[in-house]
């Protein structure tokens, strides 16, 4: 059995929980990083066993993983294992030329840049620290270090953002010429600060937002980006292929490790989700003991839909051989019909246009 | 039992105002039963009593007072089973008519009263529950004396929660209402006031003989219908099933026929002895039909065998339910049923569902027109989707409405009536403060959603009752419903049509909020014949992604789509759009236009 080949590494701490996010967080605790990162590298060494001798990439993901104390990211970067790619995630505010150093020292090749919007009042909405200049401070900052392969995290729909505020946003974010582009639909989830201050506005700005996915697209794809997942764009660069390779893993169905609290792995059929207490993560790995783990087990039916509904985010087309029990014969032809899928020999690929109802084009071909 | 000594009788009273607590409680009071014990006898208690493997609730209980017999009948509370509750009445020779002293008199006092006056019985008048608070015994005993022209003194005061005056009454009873006439040496009748289908002993018809004495083992007739059988038990209930050798002219009492099916004995019918038959059958017998007209479909098509299974096994035990199957393109495969009117509809659907655990779809009420075509032909229309275009004319069915209303809700009252096509009949004041107005209505008025309009704009001080009145032509036009192109015909309704474009309007407005956005623009329209009327339209989706999907989202977005597909699998095709099931429904609120 080969081993796995994606790492994930959660990195929970933040200086400041933002108003819309629903991610395993936990703010300062800067007495807590030492102690945690000692964790993680515990419960590395447990799971070792089921890693390939070679990884594929690895993903530093938070929280704000560059928001950990430098000497104990450095420790943590160093005791990784290495990998082609091995991305962080950084904040703007937090990338000053000293963490670059640090990063390209630990390995890193590519950093994803959470920039959301280029607009003070938007950022200011989303409660984010950073500013439109920190964002494009970060970028050059990166790039004298020599980072060549740097992803930037856009949010549209946020309230008040008018069409010409979108427009400023890709243009200012197309103006860094990144590699790569991350474009979300602000998500109001139940629960969070945020949708009870703006939920209502959201519901009214609805209609009139209803065409900004697709100006993200037209924008980007206009500027020569290929928009190869529902929300990811990248540079076409003959050399390179620009695509986050990691994240290419979990779209292609592949097996990933994910360690610290939240982290969700699925390796041979069984996925699991360990705590999300930091306190209780600790303890357990304090006595070499695994964390608490929420186990699904995936039956081969479940494998199949997953396979499909990932596989139908993206540009390229997905082999159905193998998962024809995970098809509903009729409903993908009737997308077809509707010009929202074509179909060749065995495999399925969405239309721009069926992309764009990617949801409820995969809820019509799913079984 | 001398005849001299007997005493049959029914409770009759608005719903609410107690008929069942002084049930009980005369029940109590005579020895009968023990409270508790009389709970589960005398309550619609169907699922209890299929426990302990009897289906048959008791119609009729024989009590003892002061060495006389009381047979109490008992007869069902809405009118939707006027005519059922006319033949309990009939049966017997007095009824106490019971009213909330908090309330008054109430439409149903007023109709279940003239009832029993119809049939020729002594009411005994009660008002019930003066020890409320709000009681007001005094002016509420005058409005019963001046209803059934009785004097005020005359009216019992009780409250069948403490018991007060329950004696006084069954006294009362006794003095008043006079014993059975009738012949116990002549040929045998006896009137069949209602029936029960139970599995183990088949039907059994609850009958009140007229004349003659029955006994076990007779050959008898049903003289209407015709069915003939042998009496395999008779008796009577006191308050469980008690056997006897005879029933004789006077008495009411139960008989079991080993007939298999309850359709064979309807209620109205006159039982006589092969042996000594009677040469004329009872009066009064009717062929109940019914009213109110809908089709019933398994909201999974895979449910079709089951829902025919449950109706047969329904219609056992229920004579006045009608289906015949029906065909819908939209729908598939279900029944077009037909009640009594919209309780009896409700009561169906409900056992339908709850008993015999089928999700159902409900299209929207209607009611049994009669068209005439241009070659002279009279046919009766069921289903809207069958009204056919070219036609000579349509007529309706018609109800006197009776309501009664505080003063101040007159005008809210005959601003609905006159919405929904009524013909002002006549108003009187009851009292200073209350008003009784009847209206004549086309009954398919009624069938949307009147009463809870009825209810809402009277703060739900107005009572309700009608009477069927025969037909009427009318100006009626069939409203086709088409979604992207395609007639959807269980969305076709038949209206007036000076309304029709505002009623269609609304519809096409209510389908569009009910049907979720796909793929491609969907047209709604409304048409008379190739006429469309109104149209909206429901644009389409121009985005639906599930934006981030990582490690950590998989499985949530997994379940997601997991649900989605499940919401699309309970939706029915119409052409190429996907139509939820509620969009089926979205014509029954189509009278809610005055909020």
């Not at chain 1, 270090?145 to 010409?164: E, K, R, V």
């Not at chain 2, 006031?193 to 002993?201: A, E, G, L, T, W």
């Amino acid at each position: 059995m080969s081993g796995v080949r994606h790492l994930y590494v959660h990195l929970p701490f933040c200086a400041h929980r933002c108003g819309y996010c629903d991610f395993v967080t936990a703010v300062g605790s800067l007495h807590r990083h030492g102690p945690y990162v000692d964790g993680l590298l515990a419960e590395l060494e447990l799971e070792r066993g089921l890693l390939a001798v070679e990884l594929d990439t690895v993903f530093l993901g938070g929280g704000t993983p560059t928001f950990t104390q430098p000497e104990v990211l450095s420790r943590l970067l160093a005791a990784l294992p290495p990998a082609g790619e091995v991305t962080v995630e950084a904040n703007p505010e937090t990338v000053t030329p000293a963490l670059a150093a640090l990063l390209r020292e630990g390995g890193v090749n590519r950093v994803s840049l959470g920039a959301q919007s280029f607009q003070p009042e938007l950022l200011g909405i989303l409660e984010r620290v950073a500013g439109p200049d920190d964002v494009r401070r970060a970028v050059h900052t990166l790039r004298d270090a020599g980072f060549d392969n740097i992803s930037l995290d856009l949010i549209y729909g946020i309230p008040g953002q008018g069409a010409t505020d979108l427009e400023r946003d890709l243009a200012e974010a197309l103006a860094l010429e990144p590699e790569h582009l991350s474009c979300y639909e602000l998500e109001a989830k139940p629960g969070t600060r945020f949708t009870h201050a703006h939920g209502e506005e959201l519901v009214r700005q609805a209609a009139a937002m209803e065409g900004y996915f697709e100006r993200v697209v037209e924008t980007l794809t206009g500027a020569g980006y290929r928009w190869y997942e529902t929300a990811n764009f990248c540079r076409r660069d003959p050399g390179r292929d620009l695509r986050a390779q990691h994240n290419l893993g979990y779209w292609h169905g592949r097996d990933y490790l994910g360690l610290g609290v939240g982290a969700v792995s699925t390796v041979r059929g069984r996925r699991w989700r360990t705590t999300p207490s930091v306190g209780r993560y600790l303890a357990a790995l304090g006595e070499a003991r695994r964390p608490a783990r929420d186990v699904e087990e995936l039956e081969r039916a479940t494998r199949q839909a997953e396979r499909v509904l990932l596989g139908l985010r993206l540009d390229e087309p997905l082999s159905l051989d193998g998962l024809g029990d995970a098809v509903d014969a009729a409903g993908l032809e009737r997308v077809e019909r509707l010009g929202l899928a074509v179909r060749e020999a065995d495999t399925v690929v969405l239309t721009p246009l069926g992309r764009l109802l990617g949801g409820g084009v995969t809820v019509e071909v799913l079984a | 039992m001398d005849q001299q000594k007997i005493r049959n009788f029914s409770i009759i009273a608005h719903i609410d105002h107690g008929k069942s607590t002084l049930a009980d409680r005369i029940l109590e009071v005579t020895g009968t039963v023990s409270g508790r014990e009389m709970r589960d006898q005398l309550l619609d208690s169907m699922e209890l009593e299929r426990e302990r493997g009897i289906t048959i609730k008791a119609q009729a209980v024989r009590v003892t007072w002061k060495g006389h017999e009381l047979n109490l009948i008992d007869t069902p509370g809405h009118v939707d089973f006027t005519y059922e509750v006319s033949r309990s009445l009939q049966a017997c020779e007095g009824a106490v008519l019971v009213v909330d002293a908090a309330q008054g008199v109430e439409a149903q006092t007023v109709a279940n009263a003239y009832l029993a006056i119809e049939n020729n019985l002594e009411i005994v008048p009660v008002v019930n529950k003066i020890d409320l608070p709000s009681a007001d015994p005094e002016g509420t005993s005058a409005e019963i004396a001046d209803l059934i022209g009785e004097q005020p003194d005359r009216v019992i005061r009780a409250s069948a929660k403490t018991g007060l005056g329950v004696e006084e009454l069954l006294d009362a009873v006794v003095e008043r209402i006079p014993p059975p006439a009738g012949d116990p040496d002549g040929p045998g009748r006896a009137l069949i006031f209602d029936s029960s289908y139970d599995q183990y002993r088949g039907v059994l018809a609850f009958v009140r003989v007229v004349d003659g004495t029955f006994r076990p083992r007779e050959r008898l007739r049903a003289m209407a219908q015709g069915t003939r059988f042998e009496t395999e038990e008779l008796g009577f209930f006191s308050p469980t099933m008690k056997p006897a050798q005879t029933l004789s002219a006077g008495e009411v009492g139960y008989v079991i026929t080993g007939l298999k099916d309850v359709s064979k004995l309807r209620v109205g019918d006159t039982l006589t002895t092969e042996a000594n038959p009677a040469a004329e059958p009872l009066p009064g017998y009717k062929d109940v039909k019914p009213t109110v007209f809908a089709g019933l479909f398994p909201t999974d098509s895979d449910d079709y065998p089951e829902l025919r299974d449950a109706l047969d096994r329904l219609k056992l035990n229920d004579a006045a339910l009608f289906y015949e199957p029906e065909t819908s393109q939209a729908l598939g495969f279900g029944f077009r049923c037909g009640f009594l009117g919209l309780l009896h509809m409700e009561i169906v659907r409900e056992r339908l569902e709850r008993e015999f655990d089928l999700d159902l779809l409900v299209t929207a009420p209607t009611v049994a027109y009669q068209v005439t075509t241009p070659i002279g032909e009279l046919v009766e229309v069921h289903n809207p989707a069958d009204m056919p275009d070219e036609l000579e004319r349509v007529d309706e069915p018609y109800i006197k409405a009776s309501i009664i209303v505080p003063k101040e809700y007159v005008g809210a009252v005959m601003e609905l009536n006159n919405d929904r096509r009524g013909r002002f009949d006549h108003m009187e004041y009851l009292s200073e403060q209350r008003v009784h107005l009847t209206y004549d209505l086309p009954l398919a008025e009624i069938v949307f959603d009147y009463y809870d309009q009825l209810k809402s704009r009277t703060r739900g001080y107005a009572s309700f009752d009608y009477d069927l009145a025969g037909y009427t032509e009318g100006s009626l036009v069939r409203v086709d419903v088409l979604v992207g192109g395609e007639p959807v015909d269980a969305l076709s309704l038949i209206l007036p049509r000076e309304g029709a474009y505002p009623r269609a309007k609304m519809l096409v407005e209510r389908l569009r909020e009910e049907i979720p956005r796909q793929f491609f623009d969907v047209a709604i329209q409304a048409a008379i014949g190739s006429r469309v009327i109104a149209r909206e339209t429901v644009k389409a989706k121009r985005k639906d992604v599930l934006a981030k999907c990582y490690g950590g989202d998989i499985t949530r977005k997994r379940k997601l789509l997991e649900k989605q597909k499940k919401g699309k699998k309970r939706m029915k095709q119409v052409g190429s759009v996907e139509v939820p099931q509620e969009a089926f429904l979205a014509v029954l609120n189509l009278g809610d236009d005055k909020k």
